[in-house]
């Protein structure tokens, strides 16, 4: 159950941020009123993280046509390194709590 709630409240934290935190985002309305969304996102993210990722992207993108999430995975560490270095990155999701503290 712990597992099941998780994974949840990962899903909603992840559509908040991709929402929130849109790179080259514009949000304008469309003819029957509603906000669009268009953009990339760019999302480096712990390997162990791969499958509900892309499964979240895949729907965050059905949702919002204008938009394209791009990922980057590996070890948490390597990726801290790459974005200290200047990788351009939007969204990072460490599997060690340490890796995102020291960003």
Known sequence: MKKKF????????LTTT???GCG???????????DTV???ITVSAAASLTDVLNELA???QEEYPG????FTFGGSGALQTQIE?????DLFFSAAESNMDAL
């Open 24 to 34: 080259g985002e514009q949000t304008a309305e469309s003819s029957d009123g509603q």
């Open 6 to 13: 998780g994974m949840m409240a990962l899903a909603m934290v």
């Open 67 to 70: 938009t394209e999430v791009s």
């Open 58 to 60: 895949q729907t965050f």
């Open 38 to 40: 268009t953009g990339a």
């Open 85 to 89: 270095e200047g990788a351009p990155v």
């Open 18 to 20: 991709m929402l929130a």
